[in-house]
């Protein structure tokens, strides 16, 4: 749906999703965030202790009530890791458009 084009959009038009690993003393913990790809503003983060739908549900979750979506739709692109069900069913109830990147392509904000 996004074709690979991050530029900037008007607002709240176009949210991309990222998952990072990070390495502490007492072990690894992840970061997700959401930025809007006009803004390049976080609209949504979490950090857990482990990738799971929760981390990817509560990201979503603050993203959606931080800010107020396009009346046609905002579309949310993310990877493969983000397509759980409780993810897509999060983002469908919102009346976000999901946008899925194939396993193999990594993307970049620019």
Request: one cysteine or more.
């Amino acid at each position: 749906m996004v074709n690979r084009d991050f530029t900037r959009h008007p607002r709240d038009q176009l949210w991309v999703t990222a998952i990072t690993e990070h390495f502490t003393l007492e072990g690894k913990v992840y970061c997700e965030v959401v930025p809007d790809t006009f803004s390049r503003r976080l609209v949504g983060w979490s950090i857990d202790a482990s990738p799971t739908a929760a981390l990817a549900t509560n990201t979503l979750s603050m993203a959606i009530g931080n800010r107020h979506r396009q009346p046609g739709g905002t579309i949310i692109h993310s990877r493969v890791q983000f397509g759980s069900w409780a993810f897509t069913e999060r983002a469908r109830v919102s009346r976000l458009v999901p946008s899925m990147a194939r396993s193999e392509s990594a993307w970049t904000t620019r």
